[in-house]
C-alpha cells in the first residue's frame, strides 16, 4: 500500500510517501512560507522526484489537528481534494501524535506540545509501550500550569519534545525538576512519511465530506462575539 502523508498544521511544510514499511521519499520544509501556495506544488515535486502518478497511492494521511488555524484549513482541505477527486482513503492523524511518534526508543511519558499563546499550550501525553505509542493523556488546550500540574502526578520520566517546548523551559524545571527537553533537532518537526506510517495503519475515515480538522479550541473572533451573545446564537457564527 501507497500512503502519503501531509502535515501543514504549523510553521512546517512536511510531506512523505511510503510503501508499506518502505520510505520512498520525502520533502520537509521548517520556514515560514504560505502553505496555500506551497503544498500542492511540493506534492507535484515530490511525486515527479519518485516517477509516480498521483493515481499510485491507496491512502492519504494528514494531520487534522490541533495547530495553525490556517495550515489546518490547507492540509485537511488539499488531502480531502485530492482523496475525492482521485478517488482514494482519507486518514486524520493528530498533529500531537506525529511528534510523539518521532521519538523512538523513549522510557516514559512523551509531552508533544504547541504554544497557543497567553501561557496556553496544546498538549497530549503519550508512552510507547511494546513498541508502539498508545495514548496516556487525550490532546487538548490546557494552561502550561495546569498540564504540569496533572503531568506532577506521574512517578515516570518525562520528556517535552516539538519546537515550541523552549519558551516554557522555566515553567517546566520549576515544577518538574527531572523532566527532559528533547535535544534531537529532527524530532521537534513534523515527518511526512512518520505521518503516512501512522495512517497506514488506521482506519480511513467514513465520512469524507464532513471531516474537518480537530482544532480544540474556538477562533479568537469567534470568543469574542460570543462573549456578547446567548450560547443559542453560535449557530450564526457557524453559518458565517
Known amino acids: 500500500m501507497i500512503t502519503l502523508g501531509i502535515d501543514t498544521a504549523n510553521q512546517t511544510l512536511a510531506i512523505g510517501v511510503i510503501e508499506d514499511d518502505i520510505v520512498l521519499g520525502q520533502i520537509q520544509i521548517n520556514k ?13 515535486q515530490l511525486f515527479s522526484a519518485l516517477g509516480l ?26 488531502a480531502k481534494t485530492l482523496a475525492y477527486t482521485l478517488g482514494k482513503e482519507l486518514v486524520g492523524i493528530s498533529s500531537l501524535q506525529a511528534i510523539a511518534a518521532n521519538c523512538r526508543n523513549v522510557n ?30 487525550e490532546d487538548v488546550h490546557i494552561s502550561i500550569e495546569e498540564l504540569l500540574k496533572q503531568l506532577s502526578q506521574f512517578d515516570e520520566p518525562i520528556l ?17 525538576h527531572e523532566a527532559e527537553i ?8 513534523p515527518n511526512g512519511c512518520t505521518i503516512a506510517t501512522l495512517g497506514a495503519n488506521r482506519e480511513p475515515v467514513r465520512d469524507l465530506t464532513n471531516f474537518v480538522p480537530r482544532y480544540l479550541k474556538k477562533v479568537e473572533a469567534e470568543e469574542k462575539w460570543l462573549e456578547t451573545h446567548t450560547p443559542g446564537d453560535e449557530r450564526y457564527v457557524e453559518k458565517i
Request: hydrophobic share 40%.
Open 32 to 44: 515560514q512560507k504560505n502553505h496555500s501556495v506551497s503544498l500542492m506544488p511540493a506534492i507535484d
Open 53 to 78: 502518478a498521483p493515481t499510485a497511492i491507496d491512502r492519504i494521511a494528514v494531520s487534522d489537528g490541533p495547530g495553525s488555524y490556517t495550515g489546518l484549513r490547507i492540509g485537511v482541505t488539499t
Open 108 to 137: 516514559g511519558l512523551i509531552v508533544p506540545l504547541f504554544d497557543a499563546r497567553r501561557k496556553n499550550v496544546y498538549a497530549g501525553v503519550y508512552r510507547r509501550q511494546n513498541g508502539k505509542l498508545e495514548t496516556v493523556l
Open 160 to 176: 517535552f519534545v516539538g519546537t515550541d517546548t523552549q519558551k516554557f523551559t522555566n515553567e517546566i524545571k520549576e515544577v518538574l
Open 182 to 189: 528533547n535535544k534531537v533537532l529532527e524530532w521537534d518537526l
